[in-house]
């Protein structure tokens, strides 16, 4: 596979959908906006599909044009982004599974690579930032719209330029993109400055139930679906809660559950690690994955079950 196949099959294909992972984050709204704009410049459309997503990311350029259900049943071409699974694909999966070609860019090592191209870069920081490395390769201009979408992703992928993964790339990028005009701190502002009066209240909950474990390098937390209600919780209102954990000294790993919305003894689990306790591996053992230092899964049971299962895991590593 090269990155001509994927050239080609864009050019090739009368209909694109484009599709990412469930409770989208900045990255995997912001990547499918950029494939939006990018699919453009090479004279295609292409339909994104989110059925849910936080409202922090409407002001992204072409938001407004996100679908909640494809325009047909059968798409040309299929295109997965900031999704290492097609389990986490929800909200699209029939048209992935329907359409005649697919491909898969992504930044997560833990990968299935379910689809007929598969483009993962393991070490990059964000989606976002494989997608500026083949779009140079395309030789499209990247203008202030796109910019500003690539630029979403990387941000909140990289919590700022501050996680271990981010590279030297994902600062020449960033000053290139200001060149052409992106407004980096207006972007920060809005995704990570500013919190939803909602996260605001889970996470006075979360802070409240945060408990010290494991000699102080383990942090554990929870919000139910009753919490999410009372404080009218709206889809990525919990972003960025199991980030409080880790932020406290001589914590290494933050773990945040969070009860699913349509299974009640189900958590999905959130884990975050300081310096080096890989949490993707922890959680690839019930299942799930992600990266080194930022992972997630599902667990069955009540709080006090998924704690101790996932306490049990952790020790392990500590
Ligand atoms: P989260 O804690 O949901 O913010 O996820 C942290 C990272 O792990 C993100 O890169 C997710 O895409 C990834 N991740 C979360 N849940 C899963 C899962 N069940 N399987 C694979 N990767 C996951
Ligand atoms: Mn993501
Ligand atoms: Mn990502």
Do not use: W
């Not at 072409?62 to 295109?79: E, F, M, S, W």
């Not at 909602?198 to 010290?212: C, D, G, P, Q, T």
């Not at 599902?298 to 895991?313: H, P, Y």
Request: glycine letters at 8%; charged letters at 30%; aromatic letters at 8%.
């Amino acid at each position: 596979m090269t990155l001509d196949n994927i050239l080609e099959e864009i050019k090739k294909a009368e209909t694109i959908v484009v599709l990412c992972h469930e409770s989208p984050d900045g990255d995997a709204v912001a990547s499918s906006l950029s494939v939006m704009h990018a699919v453009a410049k090479l004279g295609k459309e292409a339909d994104v599909i989110i059925p849910e997503y936080s409202k922090v990311f409407d002001f992204l350029p072409g938001a407004d044009k996100i679908l909640q259900k494809g325009r047909t049943n059968k798409y040309d071409l299929a295109i997965s982004v900031d999704c290492s699974d097609l389990k986490r694909l929800v909200g699209g999966k029939e048209y992935f599974e329907t359409a005649k070609r697919t491909i898969e860019i992504d930044h997560h090592s833990v990968n299935s690579m379910f689809a007929d191209f598969n483009y993962v870069d393991p070490v990059a920081p964000a989606c976002c930032q494989v997608l500026i490395g083949m779009f140079e390769y395309f030789g499209i201009d990247i203008d202030k719209e796109l910019g500003t979408c690539l630029l979403t992703g990387i941000i909140t992928d990289t919590g700022g330029f501050q996680y271990s993964a981010t590279t030297a790339e994902t600062f020449e990028f960033t000053a290139e993109l200001l060149r052409r005009g992106v407004n980096v701190s207006d972007i920060y502002k809005r995704v990570l400055n500013t919190v939803t009066k909602a996260n605001f209240e889970l996470s006075k909950r979360v802070m409240n139930r945060l408990e010290i474990l494991e000699n102080g390098k383990v942090t554990f937390t929870y919000i139910t679906k009753e919490d999410e209600k009372q404080v009218n919780a709206e889809p990525g209102d919990h972003e960025g809660l199991v980030e409080i954990g880790r932020n406290i000294e001589g914590v290494e790993v933050s773990v945040f559950i969070r009860q699913k919305e349509d299974e009640e003894d189900v958590y999905k689990v959130s884990m975050r690690s300081s310096q080096y306790v890989n949490v993707s591996d922890v959680c690839l053992m019930f299942g799930g994955g992600g990266h080194p230092r930022a992972a997630g899964t599902t667990v069955k049971g009540d709080v006090e079950t998924v704690k101790q299962k996932v306490l049990t895991e952790l020790k392990k590593v500590l």
